[in-house]
């Protein structure tokens, strides 16, 4: 096991230099958790552990596993740039060809052994020079630096609707899909019409005997086509792999239109806007048509994209109501028009607490600042991966991160190779322990909420986007110049090895 341990000979001499080995600990074996244990392996270092609080890894990929579940951004570039895949089957993978994906990684890289499963991180301190990490189990294992991988969208969100629990039938979030109920005769409610709802609606919609959708809001949805990727099209991908590189850039360039979209006021606005109302227009029927129409602008809500949703909702069988839900009872739902609508299993689309982050895990820095005081009016950090008076901490995925209609992957690595540059200052002896300062973090929030106005995310709509303050907490610019602000380490704006310890604060 390349665990961590409390060695406190941590140093070794190489032949020419000295030359520290850190000890790292990672929480999370997601897709960003298993990209930093790649990246510390590639960089040299071998004393990193990841603590995986569940029996597998690949985080969102492990635990969503709902019917019709794909990832809307293109395969070809939701993966590894160090790690293309000239296999995948279409041009949306299926969510369990991505979850082999991230597993082939830990194969791949030979990072089994440096993986603890079920093990899940509770507390965090930073005292006497190290994070001490504790687990569920009890135990205490230190290291030099932690990185927290631990997601966005984990956490489920189970709405207090009245009488849940009185139901007769099935009921479960979809990140927590019970597969052991059968649906082939069943008539299913589906709440919510976020990409998950769209996804399992356009999936199961036809395909049993009744569904009823439970619409809160309506999406604006684009209809982008999924293909197979043919046989020739796989060959031609192994011999060449020049081939899936330069299709990773032809894809991130496509992507840079919808980003464009979403940041800032313009013709890509429009066009997308105009596509998704292209779209709806497919629906002839009057009615349904004037219950999917939304009345704010497209991509405030994050976009949906489906060929096939419109299609669905007008399969038989299938229902959109629109009337709020009121309560659940034994047989089904009732909304407030005091309608019952039967039915046996009942799915929650209802999305994710996207503010917890890290938590409910206590971090606790050298000064007795806890993540909770820290991130009391909303998460906030240094540049996305950094947190005053929290030193030695990286974070992967963190607050303001470019997460709006976009590829995770090339963020997470962006933000693993920033930890490595600091990581690999460390090992060269140019500092102990570091964080950045709250001047510049101030500085920088500043930055971000003067820019959220420019945005689609502040128009005017309901979304996990926003935080407390009604502002959006996602990157407001391109992801190249999040990818620019992350080259340099910034040294300038931290505070490095303070004589006192009073200092960090
Ligand atoms: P979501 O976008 O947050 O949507 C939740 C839905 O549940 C909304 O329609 C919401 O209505 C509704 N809802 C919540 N509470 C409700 C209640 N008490 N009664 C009725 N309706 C309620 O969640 P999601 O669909 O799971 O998607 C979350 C994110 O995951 C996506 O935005 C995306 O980033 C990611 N995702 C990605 C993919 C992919 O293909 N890459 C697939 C699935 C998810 P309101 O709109 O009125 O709040």
Same mark, same amino acid.
């Given at each position: 096991?390349?665990?961590?341990?409390?060695?406190?000979?941590?140093?070794?001499?190489?032949?020419?230099?000295?030359?520290?080995?850190?000890?790292?600990?990672?929480?999370?074996?997601?897709?960003?958790?298993?990209?930093?244990?790649?990246?510390?392996?590639?960089?040299?270092?071998?004393?990193?552990?990841?603590?995986?609080?569940?029996?597998?890894?690949?985080?969102?990929?492990?635990?969503?596993?709902?019917?019709?579940?794909?990832?809307?951004?293109?395969?070809?570039?939701?993966?590894?740039?160090?790690?293309?895949?000239?296999?995948?089957?279409?041009?949306?993978?299926?969510?369990?060809?991505?979850?082999?994906?991230?597993?082939?990684?830990?194969?791949?890289?030979?990072?089994?052994?440096?993986?603890?499963?079920?093990?899940?991180?509770?507390?965090?301190?930073?005292?006497?020079?190290?994070?001490?990490?504790?687990?569920?189990?009890?135990?205490?294992?230190?290291?030099?630096?932690?990185?927290?991988?631990?997601?966005?969208?984990?956490?489920?969100?189970?709405?207090?609707?009245?009488?849940?629990?009185?139901?007769?039938?099935?009921?479960?979030?979809?990140?927590?899909?019970?597969?052991?109920?059968?649906?082939?005769?069943?008539?299913?409610?589906?709440?919510?019409?976020?990409?998950?709802?769209?996804?399992?609606?356009?999936?199961?919609?036809?395909?049993?005997?009744?569904?009823?959708?439970? @619409? &809160? !809001?309506?999406?604006?949805? %684009?209809?982008?086509? +999924?293909? =197979?990727?043919? #046989?020739?099209?796989?060959?031609? $991908?192994?011999?060449?792999?020049?081939?899936?590189?330069?299709?990773?850039?032809?894809?991130?360039?496509?992507?840079?239109?919808?980003?464009?979209?979403?940041?800032?006021?313009?013709? @890509? &606005? !429009?066009?997308?806007?105009? %596509?998704?109302?292209? +779209?709806? =227009?497919?629906? #002839?029927?009057?009615?349904?048509? $004037?219950?999917?129409?939304?009345?704010?602008?497209?991509?405030?809500?994050?976009?949906?994209?489906?060929?096939?949703?419109?299609?669905?909702?007008?399969?038989?069988?299938?229902?959109?109501?629109?009337?709020?839900?009121?309560?659940?009872?034994?047989?089904?739902?009732?909304?407030?028009?005091?309608?019952?609508?039967?039915?046996?299993?009942?799915?929650?689309?209802?999305?994710?607490?996207?503010?917890?982050?890290?938590?409910?895990?206590?971090?606790?820095?050298?000064?007795?600042?806890?993540?909770?005081?820290?991130?009391?009016?909303?998460?906030?950090?240094?540049?996305?991966?950094?947190?005053?008076?929290?030193?030695?901490?990286?974070?992967?995925?963190?607050?303001?991160?470019?997460?709006?209609?976009?590829?995770?992957?090339?963020?997470?690595?962006?933000?693993?190779?920033?930890?490595?540059?600091?990581?690999?200052?460390?090992?060269?002896?140019?500092?102990?322990?570091?964080?950045?300062?709250?001047?510049?973090?101030?500085?920088?929030?500043?930055?971000?909420?003067?820019?959220?106005?420019?945005?689609?995310?502040?128009?005017?709509?309901?979304?996990?986007?926003?935080?407390?303050?009604?502002?959006?907490?996602?990157?407001?610019?391109?992801?190249?110049?999040?990818?620019?602000?992350?080259?340099?380490?910034?040294?300038?704006?931290?505070?490095?090895?303070?004589?006192?310890?009073?200092?960090?604060?």
């Amino acid at each position: 096991m390349g665990g961590t341990s409390c060695d406190a000979t941590r140093s070794r001499e190489s032949d020419f230099a000295m030359f520290r080995m850190p000890s790292v600990i990672v929480i999370g074996a997601g897709m960003s958790g298993l990209c930093m244990a790649v990246k510390l392996r590639r960089a040299g270092i071998t004393d990193f552990t990841v603590l995986e609080k569940a029996s597998d890894v690949g985080g969102t990929w492990r635990d969503n596993t709902y019917p019709g579940l794909r990832c809307d951004v293109p395969s070809a570039f939701y993966q590894y740039f160090f790690d293309r895949n000239p296999d995948w089957s279409h041009f949306f993978a299926a969510g369990d060809e991505i979850q082999d994906y991230f597993r082939g990684v830990v194969d791949r890289f030979a990072l089994r052994e440096h993986i603890e499963l079920d093990t899940e991180v509770t507390r965090a301190e930073f005292a006497e020079g190290r994070w001490r990490v504790r687990t569920a189990d009890g135990r205490t294992r230190e290291a030099d630096f932690l990185i927290s991988a631990s997601g966005v969208l984990h956490h489920p969100v189970v709405p207090d609707i009245p009488g849940l629990d009185s139901f007769d039938g099935a009921w479960f979030h979809t990140a927590r899909w019970d597969h052991s109920v059968s649906l082939a005769d069943k008539r299913v409610g589906v709440v919510g019409t976020g990409s998950t709802g769209v996804q399992i609606v356009s999936e199961l919609g036809g395909s049993v005997p009744k569904l009823s959708l439970f @619409q &809160r !809001t309506p999406q604006w949805v %684009l209809p982008v086509p +999924n293909w =197979r990727n043919d #046989r020739l099209t796989r060959a031609l $991908r192994s011999r060449f792999p020049a081939l899936t590189s330069l299709e990773y850039r032809l894809i991130e360039g496509i992507f840079s239109i919808l980003v464009a979209a979403v940041t800032r006021p313009g013709w @890509q &606005r !429009t066009m997308i806007s105009k %596509l998704c109302e292209l +779209n709806l =227009r497919t629906v #002839r029927d009057q009615d349904l048509r $004037r219950k999917l129409t939304p009345d704010y602008q497209a991509m405030c809500k994050r976009l949906v994209m489906s060929p096939s949703f419109y299609r669905a909702v007008r399969r038989p069988g299938v229902e959109v109501i629109t009337e709020r839900i009121d309560h659940v009872e034994p047989r089904g739902v009732v909304t407030t028009d005091g309608t019952l609508h039967e039915v046996d299993v009942l799915a929650l689309a209802t999305g994710f607490d996207s503010h917890a982050y890290l938590r409910p895990v206590e971090l606790v820095g050298p000064t007795g600042r806890t993540l909770s005081d820290a991130w009391s009016e909303g998460p906030r950090a240094y540049r996305t991966v950094a947190l005053p008076e929290f030193p030695n901490l990286f974070l992967l995925m963190g607050p303001h991160s470019p997460v709006g209609n976009f590829s995770l992957v090339p963020i997470a690595e962006v933000q693993a190779d920033y930890a490595i540059s600091w990581i690999r200052a460390w090992q060269r002896g140019e500092y102990t322990t570091a964080a950045p300062t709250r001047e510049a973090t101030d500085d920088y929030n500043a930055r971000l909420r003067a820019a959220m106005p420019n945005t689609v995310w502040a128009t005017g709509c309901q979304s996990w986007y926003l935080g407390k303050d009604g502002l959006p907490e996602v990157w407001p610019w391109s992801p190249h110049r999040h990818a620019r602000m992350l080259r340099d380490r910034h040294t300038d704006e931290f505070v490095v090895d303070p004589a006192q310890e009073g200092v960090w604060r």
